[in-house]
C-alpha cells in the first residue's frame, strides 16, 4: 500500500494508463481489457489492472492538475515498479491546424506552473519531454489506421481558467493545445529515467469555440485508447 493507492506489491502492471478522470479509468477498464481487476478506490481515483491482447496494463485515474497527477505517478514508480506511463486525455485546441477531434502527441510540455522552476532552484528552464521510442511508435500506429495526429509542444496550464495568461502567445510560439498535466508526468519521468507520453484528444477549440460533443468525445477517445494500447504492446 502506499499513502494513495490500496493495491498490493505486484497487482499495478509495468504499463500504467493515466486518464484524469477515474470514470474514464473504469471505462476504460471495462471496455478494452479482459480480466480485469479494480486494485484502488482510494478517494475514488479508481484504478483497474487487466490484459490487452495477452499483456498485463493497469489504468489509474489521476484527477486534474499537476499536483493531483504528481502524486498518482510518484506512487506508482516509486512504490509499484511502474517503468511506462502514458496520459490519455483531453485538451484544447490553440492552432487553427489542430481541429477538435484530433488527436495530439504531446512531444513536450511548456507550463506556467512552479513546479519545474522549483526542482532547479530557479536556475534554469527544465524542458520536460516525451518519451521519443513512444512518441515515434504512437505515430506510427495512429497514421497507419488513418488517423490525424499532430505532434508538438503543449500547455499544460496550472489554472483551467486564467484569462491573464497569454495563451495566443504561445500559440504564435507553435504551442498546439492546453491541458493541465503532461508537465508534471514528463517532470517525474525524466527525474526516475521512465518513459512518457501524453495522448490527447482536442475536445474544444480556444480560437474557434467549437465543443466535441458527448459521442463524439467518446468516438475520439476510443481511437485514442487504442493507439495508446497497441503503443503498450511494442
Ligand atoms: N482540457 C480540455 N480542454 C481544456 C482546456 N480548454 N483547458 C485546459 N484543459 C483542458
Known amino acids: 500500500m502506499s499513502t494513495h493507492i490500496n493495491a498490493k506489491n505486484g497487482d499495478i502492471a509495468e504499463t500504467v494508463l493515466l486518464p484524469g478522470d477515474p470514470l474514464r479509468a473504469k471505462y476504460i477498464a471495462e471496455t ?6 479494480q486494485y484502488n478506490t482510494v478517494r475514488n481515483a479508481f484504478g483497474y489492472t ?10 489509474q485515474g489521476t484527477g486534474m492538475g499537476i499536483p493531483s497527477i504528481m502524486i498518482y505517478v510518484e506512487e506508482l514508480i ?5 517503468e511506462t506511463l502514458m496520459r490519455v486525455g483531453s485538451a484544447g485546441g490553440m492552432k487553427k491546424e489542430v481541429e477538435i477531434r484530433d488527436v495530439v502527441l504531446a512531444q513536450a510540455a ?5 513546479v519545474i522552476k522549483n526542482t532547479f532552484d530557479n536556475q534554469v ?3 520536460p519531454i516525451a518519451d521519443f521510442d513512444l512518441l515515434k511508435t504512437a505515430y506510427e500506429i495512429g497514421s497507419k489506421k488513418g488517423m490525424k495526429i499532430k505532434v508538438g509542444n503543449v500547455l499544460s496550464a496550472d489554472r483551467f481558467y486564467n484569462k491573464e495568461l497569454d495563451k ?3 500559440a504564435d510560439y ?11 508526468l514528463y517532470l517525474l519521468a525524466a527525474k526516475y529515467n521512465k518513459k512518457a507520453l501524453s495522448l490527447l484528444t482536442i475536445s474544444d477549440h480556444l480560437l474557434t469555440g467549437e465543443e466535441t ?7 475520439t477517445f476510443d481511437d485514442m485508447m487504442i493507439i495508446a494500447l497497441e503503443t503498450a504492446l511494442q
Open 110 to 114: 511548456t507550463t506556467d506552473s512552479s
Open 78 to 82: 516509486q512504490e509499484y515498479g511502474v
Open 168 to 170: 495566443m502567445k504561445l
Open 50 to 59: 487487466g490484459t490487452y491482447k495477452g499483456k498485463k496494463i493497469s489504468v
Open 174 to 184: 507553435g504551442v498546439l493545445a492546453v491541458e493541465m498535466e503532461a508537465a508534471g
Open 32 to 37: 478494452f481489457l479482459e480480466d480485469v481487476v
Open 213 to 219: 460533443t458527448s459521442e463524439e468525445r467518446e468516438k
Open 125 to 127: 528552464d527544465f524542458s
